[in-house]
């Protein structure tokens, strides 16, 4: 069995029925996988998806705080970009194309440090980054962990109920998990840490992060604008943390043929270039199911990359040694040719057409 086949722990109801065909769970199926995942007492591996959604728990007092304490137009201006657009952009940067696709390489750990910690950390980059994988290869096909044929609820718990990697992995396949993650500076657990908690990072290392990441950005944002800034801010990571799970539902157009001619042209999947996620997180979505490895996203000149800006600035200034741009590959590959067949079909349609324009009129006279 190929290793993208197992690697992920499977949903109590399967990747697929007896046809082939992806298994379209009913909302209660879900659930139900849901809370016995997120259950800790029935098992200590169950650690990980618990974790993660812990953490949004804990971010929606500053929401709320945010309503109905700390609410004016100069702090709805301050989510809105921090949720939308900081945490949106960072998550592209970070979890997508580096941690995921390594589309670049830092200079030193020192700049990846900096990087990874740009924002408060949500979520795991364990849960992202190999599931991200099998979605890769697997886009809208029964396995593919966010597969929007399956519906939105399917989509939006899937960290939960699709991404944990196995519990019962070989211990060469838990090697080729970290050789997958070996890159992110996430230190890896032994493989007799893995048979205890079940995951790639060792819980205490993922609670001291956490807890010394938003102890140290509380701080910044409280010495920037006080309680109002730091629970607007961290309020609207809360936002984003909720909002960010269903992007691949819309993301993949939610499980229908919606791609449009001279803007989709990765035809192998269902994914979508969108206006909103391009132009606030660089996710061109379309674009980089075609070139998954480059570090841009953002190929025609209206696709704003606010990812690819930041990459490039990092390495105008050597905290990146090197990224792979597919912009040139794009225009030869997808675009030019696009815009050469509409040209040539115009020329056809038009040449036909005129003649029966003119036998006509001679006709009529």
């Known amino acids: 069995m190929a290793f993208l086949d197992h690697v992920l722990q499977a949903p109590a109801y399967g990747w697929k029925n007896e046809q082939g065909e992806v298994i379209k769970p009913k909302s209660g199926q879900i659930l139900k996988e849901f809370f016995s995942r997120l259950n800790i007492l029935k098992t200590r591996k169950n650690w990980l998806p618990a974790f993660s959604w812990l953490k949004v728990l804990c971010l929606m007092p500053f929401f709320f705080l945010f309503l109905f304490k700390f609410f004016s137009p100069w702090m709805l201006l301050c989510a809105f970009l921090y949720s939308m657009v900081v945490m949106g952009t960072h998550g592209t940067i970070w979890h997508h194309r580096f941690c995921t696709h390594g589309a670049y390489k830092f200079r030193n750990s020192f700049w990846r440090f900096i990087t990874q910690n740009l924002t408060l950390n949500v979520i795991p980059e364990e849960i992202y980054v190999i599931s991200h994988h099998v979605h890769h290869a697997k886009s809208d096909q029964p396995g593919d962990p966010y597969n929007a044929q399956a519906g939105f609820l399917y989509c939006f718990l899937a960290d939960v109920n699709h991404q944990p990697i196995a519990k019962n992995l070989t211990e060469s396949d838990y090697n080729r998990v970290k050789l997958l993650m070996q890159h992110t500076g996430v230190k890896a657990n032994t493989y007799k840490q893995y048979q205890q908690w079940g995951s790639y990072v060792n819980p205490y290392r993922a609670v001291m992060a956490w807890v010394l990441n938003w102890s140290f950005w509380y701080l910044m944002f409280y010495l920037m604008g006080g309680n109002a800034l730091a629970c607007t801010l961290f309020g609207a990571a809360g936002f984003w943390a909720v909002g ?11 499980g229908k043929d919606k791609q449009r001619e001279g803007t989709d042209y ?3 999947d269902k994914s979508i270039n969108q206006l909103w996620p391009g132009m606030v997180a660089g996710e061109w979505h379309n674009n980089h199911h075609l070139f998954p490895k480059s570090a841009r996203s953002g190929f025609k000149p209206h696709q704003i990359d606010m990812a690819w800006y930041y ?10 040694s090197s990224y792979k741009d597919s912009k040139k590959q794009f225009y030869e590959q997808y675009y030019q040719p696009y815009l050469d067949n509409k040209t040539q079909t115009f020329t056809v ?17």
């Open 349 to 365: 349609v038009e040449s036909n057409e005129r003649p029966k324009e003119e036998l006509t009129y001679h006709e009529t006279a």
């Open 266 to 268: 990765s035809q192998k």
């Open 244 to 254: 960010v799970r269903t992007f691949n539902y819309d993301g993949h157009a939610k």
């Open 311 to 320: 990459i490039k600035m990092m390495k105008w200034f050597g905290a990146v």
